[in-house]
């Protein structure tokens, strides 16, 4: 396969991690309620160091993404399709900020972060949002149940754009009998 075809090395590996990363977070959400609740804590801290450390790649990701020029699809892929696949990893691009970036807010706002710090995996401290933490009890509950709901809603259209993208993918390798999945493979 001709390497202009391929997306870089860096853009591979930036790819793989954060899908891998969300991945262990979805997993710690979906099976936190069904384990004995002595493993609650250790699992949403987890799932909070896991999406920090997202925000940190997604942004070396869409840095790299600006600073790249991606391959072209192929050029005779109908225009709704190039669309399409477009838009899906534009939606993802803004997901994987705003998903992080959401799930901060919600738990700066949590009333018992002041006896809870937050911290990177057991090893390294990390702040709540200032404007948050300094709002007033009912205003700071009431955003702690608003960005709770945002969160959860980024986590619904991730589903949904992640599908789509899968979809389009396979598509694209077996019906067009395309080289899709070795543009984004090692
Ligand atoms: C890769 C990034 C992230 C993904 C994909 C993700 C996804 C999710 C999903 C799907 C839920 C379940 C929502 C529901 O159905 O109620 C959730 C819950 C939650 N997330 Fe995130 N999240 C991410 C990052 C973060 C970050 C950075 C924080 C905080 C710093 C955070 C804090 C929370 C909290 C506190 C909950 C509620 C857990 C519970 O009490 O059950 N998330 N997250």
């Known amino acids: 396969m001709n390497l202009s075809e391929?997306?870089?090395?860096t853009a591979i590996l930036l790819h793989w991690l954060i899908a891998l990363l969300i991945?262990?977070?979805?997993?710690?959400v979906w099976t936190v309620d069904s384990l004995p609740e002595s493993f609650t804590r250790?699992?949403?801290d987890t799932h909070k160091s896991v999406g920090i450390t997202v925000l940190g790649l997604a942004l070396m990701r869409i840095l790299w993404r600006i600073t790249h020029r991606p391959?072209?699809?192929?050029?005779?892929?109908p225009r709704w399709e190039k669309f399409a696949a477009h838009a899906a990893?534009?939606?993802l691009?803004?997901?994987i900020l705003a998903l992080p970036i959401s799930g901060w807010m919600h738990d700066s706002a949590w009333k018992d972060a002041p006896t809870h710090p937050m911290s990177l995996y057991y090893l390294i401290p990390w702040p709540r949002l200032g404007f948050i933490t300094g709002l007033d009890p009912e205003t700071k509950e009431a955003m702690h149940t608003l960005f709770g709901?945002?969160?959860?809603?980024?986590?619904?259209?991730?589903?949904?754009?992640?599908?789509l993208h899968i979809l389009g993918a396979l598509k694209h390798q077996f019906i067009d009998k395309e080289k899709e999945l070795q543009r984004i493979l090692p």
Request: glycine share 8%; hydrophobic share 55%.
């Open 6 to 9: 391929k997306y870089t090395r």
């Open 23 to 28: 991945l262990v977070n979805l997993v710690l």
């Open 42 to 44: 250790a699992m949403i």
């Open 71 to 77: 391959p072209q699809l192929p050029a005779f892929y």
């Open 89 to 91: 990893h534009g939606v």
């Open 93 to 95: 691009y803004l997901l």
């Open 149 to 163: 709901e945002i969160h959860e809603l980024f986590g619904t259209i991730l589903y949904i754009a992640v599908g």
